[in-house]
């Protein structure tokens, strides 16, 4: 057997998450796992005190034995209490004596966009989209303005639930320095990880794409560019182009949601929310 394997098992055996059942600070009953992740696993617990259902993250057990696992662990979880919104899950305070690989937060019930669009086949129209996305952008609004920047702003890190939306998933959230970032140039830029305003941004961009398409029918085998797949209305594609930096890039999340409230189609959008 090859060393990968000896240690993919030996992951397998120490990261195996709580069986269903499982009392965790004698007060949550572990439900369900909810995703098992690269560096935690997700659960839905019940609170026995309130009889709430909670989403409880544990840091991996190969991850807690490392300085880095653990500080990045320690930071999602300040950085949830600094920001304290309503769109985010709040984290519940936890028992002083037990050791901190341990995040219990606000259960949000409903469906990831990666599910929605996925699993369930949702397909948005334009007009949803972009009635979608500016919801998104006034969040992430909320969340530059308490000077953090998320960095991950992907489909399955944003939660529909009802008629209003969560963003979840701060593990890879910074703090910002000041209120707009200096952009690093050069070729290997990662734009989606720079601690800089527009990496949620070019996210963003992302995210938008990925609700457009929900309705996309290929014409050919041949893939081609967004641009000349998907028939848009001249206004989003101009934005979309500036989200992902192929024009001038939006500065803050308050130039995105002025830009789309002077967006013509988007007048009935903006005036109801
Ligand atoms: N507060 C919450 N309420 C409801 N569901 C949640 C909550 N937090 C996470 N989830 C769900 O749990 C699953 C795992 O999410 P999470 O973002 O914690 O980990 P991940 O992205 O899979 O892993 P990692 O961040 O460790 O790489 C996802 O399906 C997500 O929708």
Redesign the pocket.
């Known amino acids: 057997m090859n060393f990968h394997w000896t240690k993919t098992i030996y992951r397998f055996i120490v990261d195996r998450p709580l069986p269903k059942g499982y009392l965790l600070f004698e007060r949550y009953t572990i439900a369900e796992v909810?995703?098992m992740?690269?560096?935690?696993i997700?659960y839905r617990a019940i609170d026995y005190m309130t009889g709430n259902h909670v989403?409880v993250?544990q840091l991996r057990r190969t991850k807690s034995w490392t300085e880095e696992g653990r500080k990045t662990f320690d930071k999602e979880r300040q950085l949830l209490q600094q920001l304290s919104l309503p769109e985010v899950?709040a984290v519940h305070p936890q028992s002083p004596n037990e050791h901190s690989t341990f995040l219990v937060?606000?259960?949000?019930p409903g469906k990831?966009f990666e599910d929605l669009i996925f699993s369930e086949g949702k397909v948005y129209s334009e007009q949803d989209a972009m009635s979608i996305f500016y919801q998104v952008v006034k969040i992430v609004q909320k969340i530059h303005g308490k000077g953090i920047v998320h960095r991950d702003l992907r489909i399955?890190?944003i939660?529909s639930s009802g008629s209003r939306l969560y963003i979840?998933?701060f593990?890879l959230a910074c703090k910002l320095s000041g209120k707009v970032q200096v952009k690093p140039t050069g070729k290997h830029r990662n734009l989606m990880r720079e601690v800089s305003v527009t990496s949620d941004f070019y996210a963003l961009g992302h995210f938008l794409l990925f609700l457009l398409y929900s309705g996309y029918e290929p014409q050919s085998k041949k893939e081609n560019s967004w641009e000349e797949e998907l028939s848009l209305s001249p206004d989003v594609h101009g934005m979309l182009r500036r989200l992902l930096q192929i024009d001038e890039c939006f500065t803050s999340a308050e130039e995105i949601i002025s830009h789309i409230q002077s967006m013509q189609n988007c007048r009935e959008i903006t005036k109801t929310m």
């Open positions: 909810l995703g992740g690269s560096y935690g997700t989403a993250k899950p937060m606000d259960y949000v990831n399955p890190n939660i979840i998933d593990g």
